[in-house]
């Protein structure tokens, strides 16, 4: 970050601002937390959401024992609602990316974005209040599946629940930790 460290090692005040990327399956939305558009380096445009969204803190540890950041956006119009209930299949396994972006006290920005979190979104939730309702994502990190069991996915039964009558996998238990002798031909 050459611009924001020279510009500290000058002695100017450097501030950061959070950005949030979402790829949703049909579209990607920017958004930052500080209120109108901002058009950073590269030329992306993001939506400012002011007081209205918020991030949890981000556990920096490899494999976070809380999955990943929620994200939560207030004041929504209720008629969203429905459409956001339905959209599992347009958020379940989707990226979801977390920067910072550093700006002088003039609101210049320094350097290009510093990504600080990458994940994926898990699960969308709605607590409807009436009048606005609060539109929460939970995250989890790219690493999440680590805690998973062992052949949790890549077994005999697991491959022919996909495949019937596939034997590809039967072998597996048996090879671990083992050397396999390969035939002369």
């Known amino acids: 970050m050459p611009e924001s460290i020279a510009a500290l090692q000058r002695g100017n005040v450097v501030r950061a601002m959070r950005l949030v990327r979402l790829d949703f399956a049909s579209e990607t939305i920017r958004v930052h937390q500080a209120a109108g558009p901002l058009r950073t ?39 969203l609602i429905a459409k956001t209930l339905s959209a599992s299949s347009e958020v379940k396994g989707r990226p979801v990316r977390i920067f910072d972006q550093h700006y002088d006290d003039e609101m210049q920005l320094l350097d290009a974005p510093f990504a600080i979190f990458a994940g994926l979104m898990d699960r969308m939730s709605i607590q409807d209040q009436g009048d606005a309702a609060t539109i929460t994502v939970t995250t989890v990190t790219l690493l999440h599946n680590r805690r998973r069991s062992p052949f949790g996915y890549l077994n005999a039964a697991s491959q022919r629940r996909l495949y019937p009558g596939d034997g590809g996998a039967d072998q597996i238990s048996r090879l671990v930790q083992a050397n396999e002798k390969w035939p002369g031909y």
């Open 41 to 79: 380096a590269d030329g992306s445009v993001w939506s400012g959401l002011g007081e209205l969204g918020q991030i949890s803190d981000i556990d920096r540890a490899v494999v976070p024992s809380n999955g990943g950041p929620t994200l939560t956006l207030s004041g929504v119009d209720p008629g």
